[in-house]
């Protein structure tokens, strides 16, 4: 059974930063893309924020503008996303998510909250 586990989350003032990690255990094969959705408050929408294919190229949400960047590593089935220049709007639930060819699989998501 796969299971990813988010970490990382937390509160920070505008202009701070925050280093996201997913976490996979079980039996994962033929992961093709891992990435990062977010859930603000009240909008049942998960937005894109970012993904990354396993030869590493890169996608990001329209909103991220160069602040995050996202990173993978292959060999231990990990993703991460360094979000940089925090907004207040940026407040959400953040959850990974990977693309396998035999499924996707979401972590339980991460509360990220942004205020002064």
């Known amino acids: 059974q796969v299971q990813l586990v988010e970490s990382g989350g937390g509160s920070v003032q505008p202009g701070g930063s925050l280093r996201l990690s997913c976490a996979a255990s079980g039996n994962i094969r033929r992961l093709n893309v891992k990435a990062w959705f977010r859930q603000a408050p009240g909008n049942q929408r998960r937005d894109l924020v970012a993904?990354?294919?396993?030869?590493?190229?890169?996608d990001y949400g329209d909103f991220v503008k160069g602040r995050f960047t996202i990173s993978g590593d292959n060999d231990k089935n990990t993703v991460y996303l360094q979000m940089n220049s925090l907004k207040p709007e940026d407040t959400a639930v953040y959850y990974c998510?990977?693309?396998?060819?035999?499924?996707?699989?979401w972590g339980q998501g991460t509360q990220v909250t942004v205020s002064s």
């Open positions: 993904a990354i294919t396993n030869e590493g190229r890169e």
């Open positions: 998510k990977y693309y396998t060819g035999e499924g996707d699989y």
